[in-house]
Every structure is written in structure tokens, then in C-alpha cells.
Nanobody, 127 residues
């Protein structure tokens, strides 16, 4: 299983950025996928996830209404669209899947449910 996040960079407050996650080695339609982030000096935080049972998406309250997640199973890709970025969104963002963890189709905010992690991509929101 491989997960590779990309698309991070420097963006001004209020700006937008789209992160991509290239996934391989497992069937994307059989497992939930999501994003976590880790800001400097802080613990990893759940950002959101997309369920493979019904395509539903769920988000941390801190990003709800600003971030969206989409997935293209056939292309092996997941995306995190981030709008109206704030300085507190600065972090390394990781794409994850329940493959190797809970093995579930359903979304979760529990870090223990996600058994496969990508290497992370840095997002810096600053003027």
C-alpha cells in the first residue's frame, strides 16, 4: 500500500489550495480514506474523511464549510480542497486509509482506525 500526498505550499490567508493523494496497492472503493494534519509542536489532528459505503464526507468543526474531500476510485486519487485558509491551518497534511487499521468502509475520526499513512505535505498559510 502506498499513499503519496502532494500539492502543499505557501498560501496567503484567505487563499485556496488543493491537496492530492495518489493511492495504490488497495481498492479505494473498499476502505474509508481521510486526512490528518500536524501543526508544529502539536499532536496529529483529524481533518476529515470520506466514506466508501455512501460517499459521505465528515469534517472537524475547525474546517467544516471551508474544506471538501473527493475521491476518484478508478484513478486512485483523493483530494482535499481547502478554501478560506487561515494561519491555524498551517501543518503537515497526511492522507490515510483504514486499510491495515479498522479495514472499514465507514468514516472515523479515531487515529487508530487508519492503518496506512502517506508521507505528508506541508501547508503554510502566511502573509
Amino acid at each position: 500500500v502506498q499513499l503519496q500526498a502532494s500539492g502543499g505550499g505557501l498560501v496567503q490567508p484567505g487563499g485556496s489550495l488543493r491537496l492530492s493523494c495518489a493511492a495504490s496497492g488497495f481498492a479505494l472503493d473498499l476502505y474509508s480514506m481521510g486526512w490528518f494534519r500536524q501543526a508544529p509542536g502539536k499532536e496529529r489532528e483529524w481533518v476529515g474523511c470520506i466514506s466508501s459505503s455512501d460517499g459521505g464526507t465528515y469534517f472537524n468543526d475547525s474546517v467544516k464549510g471551508r474544506f471538501t474531500i473527493s475521491k476518484h476510485n478508478d484513478k486512485g486519487m483523493m483530494y482535499l480542497q481547502m478554501n478560506d485558509l487561515k494561519s491555524e491551518d498551517t501543518a503537515v497534511y497526511y492522507c490515510v486509509t483504514t486499510y491495515g487499521g479498522s479495514w472499514s468502509l465507514h468514516c472515523s475520526s479515531d487515529i487508530e482506525d487508519f492503518g496506512s499513512w502517506g508521507q505528508g505535505t506541508l501547508v503554510t498559510v502566511s502573509s
